[in-house]
């Protein structure tokens, strides 16, 4: 580890605890459902012991770091073995749970998101709060290995034992990351972490899976980005609780106030990502640490007011409800493509769909059919 020098504005109790907080994820992918492991072969070293499921969820609600992260590498295990032992832990935490406020921080690459997550922390864990970040890294979809960068770009927040970082390989599928990142919210909030900050891979689909985790949407927002971005800006602006311009600071710091007016120009004609919130653009430096605290508040304020409306407790539970379902559908996905009469016509059928041979509707049907076991359609 290089030795990154503390910025003067980082308040003096954080980062000054040090232990060796960042945990590696598992690596190779699955769809949350699938019990096959991945095919990277069987891993080197000395294996680790086995805890009972009493075990994790002790050592989980003590605050042990070392079964909080086997916790959470239970989870996201490939083993149906380990996905049941897990449903039994996180089943027995889950009174422990919930009573985080739950962050989803987005921007386009190059918005200085890390920098800008090890800077709120930090001023979090100042405050007297415990921090958990859960950093979505992007997967090779040639190799399925993760980049994992985190681990490398938070140094100070990493060095803090009030703060857990958790980088977890997107592993290419949206559904693994929304199991895994939803069960290791609450494995998280049941080992006392008061905010969970989850960072996502970038601008696309993502965006949407984690929005519907959380209970606060930011987005990070970059001066002079170009209008090529407008129509991406718009359909993430959408979803967003507040937008963030980052990097305010030095011959920036203008440019920055003026993109913040536009912003709030333009938010005036987007409905409310939240019913009852109005949402609004503001300016903070990540390396000078201005306007760092006033989006604290800012998030403050909007628990509050959507304490009182009820609109946070609504918001939860209708989350829930969609996880119960969103697993149901990958399930179902699953179930089609690993069923052996499936697999024993797709082939032919997408070759005949290809080759214009065949109506992709009557190709679905063909399909459908065979995973039902009904009779195949006449030509």
Not at 144 to 152: A, E, F, P, V
Request: aromatic content about 6%; some cysteine.
């Amino acid at each position: 580890m290089s030795d990154k020098k503390r910025p003067d504005w980082v308040p003096e109790g954080a980062g000054a605890e040090f232990t060796t907080t960042v945990m590696k994820g598992v690596e190779g992918g699955h769809d949350g459902f699938r019990g096959n492991r991945s095919s990277s072969g069987p891993r080197s070293g000395p294996k680790r012991r086995r805890f009972s499921r009493d075990e994790y969820v002790a050592g989980v609600r003590a605050g042990d770091r070392n079964i909080l992260a086997q916790t959470i590498t239970l989870v996201e295990s490939n083993s149906t073995a380990h996905m049941a032992l897990a449903q039994e832990v996180i089943k027995e935490l889950l009174p422990d749970t919930g009573g985080s406020i739950r962050i989803g921080i987005t921007g386009v690459p190059g918005v200085g998101k890390s920098t800008f997550i090890e800077a709120l922390g930090l001023s979090l864990i100042a405050k007297g709060h415990r921090v958990a970040v859960l950093a979505v890294d992007p997967s090779s979809t040639v190799t399925r290995g993760s980049i994992l960068g985190d681990k490398t770009r938070m140094e100070l927040l990493s060095r803090d034992k009030r703060a857990f970082i958790r980088p977890s390989p997107s592993s290419g599928t949206l559904g693994g990351v929304t199991r895994k990142s939803r069960e290791t919210i609450l494995v998280c909030e049941a080992a006392g972490f008061d905010v969970i900050l989850v960072e996502t891979v970038g601008v696309g689909q993502s965006e949407t899976t984690v929005r519907s985790m959380v209970d606060f949407f930011l987005l990070l927002m970059l001066t002079g980005a170009g209008d090529e971005l407008q129509g991406i800006k718009k359909g993430i602006m959408e979803l967003a609780d507040s937008l963030l311009i980052n990097k305010a600071d030095g011959d920036n710091k203008v440019r920055a106030q003026a993109a913040k007016a536009e912003y709030n120009r333009a938010l005036h004609y987007l409905a409310p990502a939240t019913e009852g919130w109005h949402t609004q653009a503001y300016t903070a430096s990540a390396m000078t640490g201005d306007g760092i605290d006033n989006i604290l508040e800012v998030i403050d304020k909007f628990r509050e007011t959507t304490g009182k409306s009820g609109v946070f407790e609504q918001r939860r539970r209708s989350q829930t409800l969609d996880w119960v379902y969103s697993m149901v559908e990958e399930h179902l996905l699953a179930s089609f493509f690993n069923h052996a009469g499936v697999k024993e016509i797709r082939s032919e059928v997408e070759f005949q769909v290809v080759e214009g041979h065949l109506p992709p509707t009557v190709a679905v049907q063909r399909l459908i059919q065979q995973f039902e076991n009904a009779p195949p359609l006449e030509n």
